[in-house]
């Protein structure tokens, strides 16, 4: 019941933004289509990366830090999830940091349990091979898939298993899903760069250009 609460609040919230978040564009950004991206300025009360389940998963100590807000369900997540691997396996100044932001239903939140018990417990380097199996798979991911995943990287399930379902991984999840809500991120993945949300993924071409802009011009364009 509860895991179906966190999702009923999490949709709820996305979809009722879905439409007017299409019409908000504050920067002149555009997809690899030339689709206008959906942007707005955001404001943080606390660094993101301080919270409690996010991960700094690549290049710690990198100038120019890109946030992902992703479900572990999204399509458009999976194809993010391997550009973006490439953008900082050749850009040691691009920081990755991932929020885990399961909105996509009951299973995404049962993996998530998985998920963030593995941030907990693992470093952020198993965490990111976590994440990159979870992505190199099809299908649904639910919280049994999730273990078999971080059973094959090593990790006790049952342990896995006990954090996950603790109390302490129920108030993370809500959290990330009310930071998410805050910041008006009403798809997945969303991004947030140099106070910037970007809502959904534009691609590698174009994420690249926001990145590249980011690093030279402290802003998402130039």
């Given at each position: 019941?509860l895991s179906a609460a966190i999702a009923a609040a999490g949709l709820a919230g996305a979809h009722a933004r879905d439409r007017s978040m299409q019409l908000v564009a504050e920067f002149p950004l555009v997809n690899d289509d030339?689709?206008?991206?959906?942007?707005?300025?955001?404001?943080?009360?606390?660094?993101?990366?301080?919270?409690?389940?996010?991960?700094?998963?690549?290049?710690?100590?990198?100038?120019?830090?890109?946030?992902?807000?992703?479900?572990?369900?999204?399509?458009?997540?999976?194809?993010?999830?391997?550009?973006?691997?490439?953008?900082?396996?050749?850009?040691?100044?691009?920081?990755?940091?991932?929020?885990?932001?399961?909105?996509?239903?009951?299973?995404?939140?049962?993996?998530?349990?998985?998920?963030?018990?593995?941030?907990?417990?693992?470093?952020?380097?198993q965490f990111y091979e976590f994440h990159h199996k979870i992505f190199s798979q099809r299908g649904v991911t639910d919280g049994q898939r999730a273990l078999d995943v971080a059973r094959g990287l090593g990790f006790d399930a049952?342990?896995?298993?006990?954090?996950?379902?603790?109390?302490?991984?129920?108030?993370?999840?809500?959290?990330?899903?009310?930071?998410?809500?805050?910041?008006?991120?009403?798809?997945?993945?969303?991004?947030?760069?140099?106070?910037?949300?970007?809502?959904?993924?534009?691609?590698?071409?174009?994420?690249?250009?926001?990145?590249?802009?980011?690093?030279?011009?402290?802003?998402?364009?130039?």
């Amino acid at each position: 019941m509860l895991s179906a609460a966190i999702a009923a609040a999490g949709l709820a919230g996305a979809h009722a933004r879905d439409r007017s978040m299409q019409l908000v564009a504050e920067f002149p950004l555009v997809n690899d289509d030339g689709q206008r991206l959906p942007n707005h300025s955001v404001k943080l009360s606390t660094p993101i990366d301080t919270l409690p389940g996010v991960v700094v998963a690549a290049n710690p100590h990198g100038k120019t830090t890109l946030i992902e807000f992703y479900d572990l369900n999204c399509p458009y997540c999976r194809i993010a999830s391997a550009d973006v691997a490439d953008m900082v396996a050749v850009d040691p100044d691009l920081r990755l940091v991932l929020v885990p932001f399961p909105v996509l239903g009951i299973a995404s939140i049962a993996a998530s349990r998985v998920e963030l018990a593995v941030a907990k417990i693992g470093t952020p380097a198993q965490f990111y091979e976590f994440h990159h199996k979870i992505f190199s798979q099809r299908g649904v991911t639910d919280g049994q898939r999730a273990l078999d995943v971080a059973r094959g990287l090593g990790f006790d399930a049952r342990g896995l298993t006990r954090l996950g379902d603790s109390d302490e991984i129920t108030e993370i999840m809500k959290a990330h899903v009310a930071l998410g809500d805050s910041l008006g991120l009403a798809a997945t993945p969303s991004f947030v760069i140099d106070g910037v949300a970007i809502l959904g993924y534009p691609g590698r071409d174009e994420l690249q250009k926001i990145v590249d802009a980011a690093r030279t011009c402290r802003k998402v364009t130039c």
